[in-house]
């Protein structure tokens, strides 16, 4: 049974979807005015391993994420650079497409873009005027009045008799409340503009998302995730958007999930405080996938301390389930009929139950690559065995302990950049090449030759190793 943690009530619940067999998600996607840093990615990766577990159980997932392409933000970089707006939101989003491909995030079923998607939003704004939830003002903006949704907190907990008495200064004199935020803004000179009912404007950042995934997903589905940042205010007024307009305070998002920071030396990351890493620049120093298996070596809701001795810790973890990967395949091709396998198997079994009954609790990675390693661990052991000529080959009862181990590796997501990388296995074949000329060179006690080529492949940063069933190799 699948139970996650769902921030709108504070507890583990079971997971009920809408509609039977299926899931559908709504993730709040970026604002693309910069290169997506290590923090923007960490909710991405995660909903990534939750859709795959989500498909596994046999649910049909559809999975929206927008991206922000109308925003203050962007306007300024564009008044900066002299380029249109839909400059730096394209360019940012193939960033962010580039970034993303490298984590192998896998695509959403459909990116909505603020800008396509006007019509939609200024007919919810309509509703919600019509309604009295908003109201307009002479100059042609249009604010949500949250005094009029009596449930407006319940996601964050927050009182708006607090909130009130928290806000000292009164920022904007036309606000009926100090809370009350834009869902339109009436255009500026030189931004961007769309006409509407109340004049020529753009719309507010909270309402597209409403409009989004009550256009995409109806108005009633199943999860609704983001960063912890977004619980409030944003996603606190998306709820107040959404289920005033479709007039159900059960309806919209059933179950919100909200991942942890993401930290460097445990203060949170932000531009200012110069501690800002972008995905692109950590690829250079690191593969996409070991990015990948940092991230989800932590549960989505704690937070996640960033530095590089962590990173090259998740290298070197992740190098020794591919090590255990490189023996599956090299067994693989084996043949052998006996029952040497058969503990293995039904222990390959348990771990994958184990695994999954990790993920069942409120996706719980960490755990899960445990019972990862636990299989890495006793594949290993077959592996020497059956290597040092110790025990007999068993294809059959071996097949299932690897088919346990693929199907593990597919939830992370991890071993799929080589099949990505798209060399037709080039490599493999070099290197039986480049291996066969040794032995070739060993046979003929052409010492000289074996040893140029063991030594250039070391500088290569491979290794050879010699077994009983002829020489393999591995990256160092
Ligand atoms: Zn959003």
Redesign the pocket.
Known sequence: MLKVYNTLTREKEEFVPVKQGEASI?C??VTPYNHPHIGNARPFVTWDVIRRYLARKGYKVHYIQ?F?DVDDKIIHAAKQEGVQWSDISGRYIKSYFESMDALNVRHADLYPRVSETIPDIIGMIGTLVEKGYAYPLENGDVFYSVEKFAGYGKLSGRKLEDMQAGARVEVDGRKHHPMDFALWKSAKPGEPFWESPWGQGRPG??I??SAMSLKYLGETFDFHG?GSD?VFP??EN?IAQSQACIGDEKGFAHYWLHNGFITIRNEKMSKSKNNFFTVKDILREFPGEVVRFFILQTHYRSPLDFSEERLQEARTSLGRLENTRACIKELSKLQGESDTAKELAAKAGELLAAFDEAMDDDFNTALAISQMFALSKEINVYYQDVTSGGKAFDAKNFAVAAKAYEDMAGIIGIFEQEEAGGDDGLVEKLMELIIGIRQDARKEKNWAVADRIRDGLKEAGIVLEDSKNGVRWKKA
């Open positions: 709504y709040c996607g927008n922000t950042w909270h597209e998302c983001g977004l944003h996603h998306e």
